[in-house]
């Protein structure tokens, strides 16, 4: 294990980093073979749920989750509009509200949209509208992480995780400016900014104003602009104009509040996501047909972090344990934890190097170091 708590990681420097294919042997590269390391992989996992005799979707300890995250939020909305509230009580109560969102958006709305809570199909669509609550369109969200992400993990371009703005530099394929020499140092600043990117711009962006082919060649049907807009609306009003016209409080707090909230929302969902795909021991493609299968592609391209904390896990909607989700994107969350063992067993079994960050604040150091890499390296 190197000091980066990897259990096997490829050269943390830029210049170093060489497709994962490269560091097998020859038996354990063909994708084809029955023995080859994705086809026992993906039996085992499979094998998994038939010997516990489990469904992939959502056990009791999903559906808790969802009951206790919708019941936070309603009841922190429900306490404001119905106690007689001072200003710090207000802003604590929003904030409650805010962490919730988070959590729901972590927990439920990620899964949902990948439908991983449910069999029938109505119950994730009606779980998806989540994000809508929280003020992201579900709809562009589903499109940016599924055509955007899933299908082209790190790969310039195209990978909607990737998109720096001019502001960041995330891989070696861009263009650096002078700028990105400091980005290791204002980049939790701008990613406290993501949420309410989301919220005010990022999403009409994509609709009116897109940037990726695949969005300009998207015909969105009509209901979908209805639902932005309508999304928006609901959003902001319950947000920001019924605490001033109903509760009477200061369009200042309430403002002050709003900032707040987002701040936490996007700190916390930016780093759960960036410390499993942009770190310095993870690898950056030059185009889709760089491995032969997929399952190469996401162990080259993708780290986990604190898998053996199950409050992390707990927390984080299991998007720690970020390589199974890539090989399971439609099972349930809850289920993580033991199929990352094993992942991890099949990895060292088949000597292909699997990586991990012990805690989550060592990942979000090595998140950082890649970005200071980034900055100063062409």
Known sequence: ????????????????????EALLPPSVRDPAGESSFPKVLRRRLDKFFTEQNLSPKAGRAMWFKIAAGLAILAGSWIALFTLNTNSWEFVALYLLSGLAQTFLLL???????HNAISSVPSVNRTLNYVFDVCGINSYMWRILHHRGHHSCINLHGEDDALTGRGIFRFTPHEPRARLHRFQHIYALFFYALFSLDYVFLRDVECFFFPSHDYLKLTRHPPREYAILFAGKI???????????????????????SFVLVHLIVGLTVSLVFQTTHTVDSTYFPSDRSEFDNGVY???????DYATGSPLVGWLAGGLNHHIVHHLCPFVCHTHYAP?????????EEFGVPYREHPTMTWAILHHLKLLKQLGSED
């Open 1 to 20: 294990m190197s000091e980066t708590g990897a259990v096997i990681a490829l050269k943390p420097d830029i210049d170093d980093l060489v497709p994962l």
């Open 107 to 113: 927990n439920i709305a990620h899964d949902s949209n």
């Open 234 to 256: 609901f959003y902001l009003t319950y947000m920001l104009v019924l605490p001033v016209m109903v509760l009477g409080k200061s369009p200042l707090l309430v403002a002050g």
């Open 297 to 303: 592609h996401i162990f080259a391209t993708t780290a």
């Open 339 to 347: 199929l990352t063992r094993i992942v991890k067993e099949t990895a």
